[in-house]
């Protein structure tokens, strides 16, 4: 990045580093001749195997339903300064039927209104990070206590009653489970059998203490007794992100209608992941979409990553890939464990199956024009513990979200999708009060106190 602003040629840089002693090494000397190769790769030396997607006799989701999230940090002037952590999630739906008739460069505000009049909800909450504490009670505490309060409030508990449902598997009607094992928050000990099944809460059998369902979570793991890191609010983030999608795929899921789940579209801002502590409702997760599919009642859901690692990778070799002019057909690839360790990655390490604890999507390429490409995560349901896996007919209703894609694309953002684009402008930053005002606030505290 610095190489792009700063302008300067290569050959500059090369003879900067010419001077240091360590260009004798010819891993070095191959590493800058590498940086100066000015002239573009002519083939995909990854060989990312693409295939030809023909959308002709697939019908495309009616409905979509998406969710995005944001938050933000603030601190206050005084020293040390004040901290705490905005977070903010939207869950939206559009009638798809709907969407088509908007013009997707320059929308018309009364039929975008139209679009979202009483079809989105959102979700804030704020959370203390450093040098501020409530008279409740130190910030380890106040953190476990926002948690549990703010996912029970909203939608008279309906993100709350979603933690259950996936923590307690309750779309199981011939069987009870109990939650994750978790660890106490208060003595450490290891909670390994869980709450029992539907609890919101129960007693440590280590120490005796109170400990919430929303505990099972971890959000503990991630602070110590009086300051939290940022983490804490991405984390949170994420975690509201999943509730609130699977809310509505909750309540499709148990509507009168038993078509209308499978023929909806859920769309996840970001990756198909919970990272560490966070991932105990991947398993539950998984075995909830293999249960769907194998009812004949497959529930579609993506995630799209506009960054990171596949991003750079997709666009390094997008360029090689079919359609490479209009009206030629799309083209999709889907990515096998072996060749996101080896190409995308780079690690082979074997000791672990790519992403088995955190992931519950696999990772789709889908170039759909000359100038748009997407990744995609797609869900499996259970896990294939297999190095040539996932193949094309292993992922939840591939070629019906395919199909779906090309009448969701914003022709405002490359490669967006305008119900996630709609989402963020309700989730994002913009939407909160001004920061001043929020330091603002944070300093008054400081005086009153
Ligand atoms: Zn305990």
Redesign the pocket.
């Known amino acids: 990045m610095a190489y792009s602003s700063g302008g300067r040629l290569p050959g500059e840089s090369a003879s900067k580093l010419g001077h240091l002693s360590v260009i004798k090494s010819d891993w070095v000397k191959s590493l800058v001749a590498e940086f100066e190769q000015a002239s573009p790769q002519e083939i995909d030396h990854t060989n990312t195997i693409w295939e030809k997607f023909n959308p002709e006799g697939v019908t495309p989701l009616r409905n979509v339903w998406a969710v995005d999230g944001s938050y933000v940090a603030i601190q206050s002037e005084q020293k040390p300064p004040r901290e705490v952590a905005f977070v903010k999630t939207a869950l939206l739906t559009v009638d798809r039927a709907r969407l088509e008739a908007i013009d997707k460069e320059h929308p018309h505000p009364l039929l975008l209104q139209d679009v979202l009049t009483g079809s989105a909800i959102f979700h804030a909450t704020v959370f203390p990070l450093k040098n501020i504490q409530t008279q409740l009670g130190n910030n380890y505490e106040a953190v476990r206590n926002i948690v549990k309060d703010s996912i029970r409030i909203d939608e008279n508990g309906a993100f709350y009653e979603t933690l259950k449902w996936l923590a307690y598997r309750k779309w199981q009607r011939d069987q009870v489970s109990t939650s994750p094992g978790f660890e ?1 928050p ?2 450490h ?1 290891n909670i390994g059998q869980g709450l029992p099944h539907d609890a919101d809460e129960g007693q ?1 059998p ?2 005796g ?1 109170l ?1 919430f369902l929303t505990d099972m979570i971890g959000f503990h793991l991630d602070m110590d007794e009086e300051s939290a890191p940022d983490s804490v609010a991405s984390a949170y983030m994420l975690v509201m992100e999943t509730l609130m999608l699977f809310t509505a795929v909750r309540v499709l899921w148990n509507h009168s209608d038993k078509s209308l789940v499978s023929e909806t579209l859920f769309i996840k801002d970001g990756p198909l992941t919970l990272r560490s502590q966070y991932s105990k409702l991947v398993p539950s997760i998984r075995v909830f979409l293999e249960y769907a599919r194998n009812s004949g009642r497959p529930v579609h859901i993506i995630g799209q990553e506009k960054s990171g690692a596949f991003f750079d990778h997709l666009a390094s070799v997008a360029r090689f890939a079919a359609p490479l002019e209009r009206d030629q057909p799309a083209s999709v690839a889907v990515l096998s464990h072996d060749f996101v360790r080896r190409e995308v990655h780079r690690s082979p390490d074997l000791a672990n199956p790519y992403g088995k604890r955190t992931n519950w999507g696999e990772k789709v390429y889908f170039k759909m024009d000359p100038g748009t490409y997407l990744v995609l995560n797609v869900p499996t349901g259970e896990y294939l513990d297999d190095v040539s896996k996932p193949t094309k007919d292993d992922l939840i209703g591939l070629s019906r979200v395919l199909a779906t894609l090309p009448s969701l694309i914003s022709h405002k953002f490359e490669g967006a999708l305008f119900p996630v684009e709609l989402a963020n402008g309700i989730a994002s930053m913009s939407s909160y009060p001004s920061a001043s005002i929020l330091q603002r606030f944070l300093n008054d505290q400081n005086h009153s106190s």
Do not use: F, P, T
């Open positions: 106490c208060h003595c000990a440590c280590a120490c203490k400990v």
